[in-house]
């Protein structure tokens, strides 16, 4: 798949990260994640982290985002 973020030659890498909230609570309601999203999406671009998706339920959220070659798992 194509995109603006992709460049000749550069490796793209997409991860699929699951953010729990503590002990596995349902402590999200839908108007919090609904809050969340375009949190997490802005707070990603402020890092230059393309981000696909995002979305959740009570106990936690998933985020789809781009791994590029200048970011590392840590």
């Known amino acids: 798949a194509s995109n603006a973020a992709n460049t000749a030659g550069a490796v793209h890498v997409p991860v699929h990260l699951i953010?729990?909230?503590a002990?596995?609570?349902?402590?999200?309601?839908p108007e919090?994640?609904?809050r969340?999203?375009?949190?997490?999406?802005?707070?990603?671009?402020?890092l230059s982290i393309l981000v696909y998706?995002?979305?959740?339920?009570?106990?936690?959220?998933h985020i789809l985002y781009d791994?590029?070659?200048?970011?590392?798992l840590n």
């Open 36 to 46: 969340l999203v375009p949190y997490v999406t802005r707070y990603a671009q402020t």
């Open 23 to 29: 002990a596995n609570s349902p402590a999200l309601t």
């Open 32 to 34: 919090a994640v609904e």
């Open 19 to 21: 953010w729990r909230v």
């Open 67 to 72: 791994l590029t070659p200048t970011r590392t």
């Open 53 to 61: 998706a995002v979305g959740g339920t009570t106990d936690h959220l």
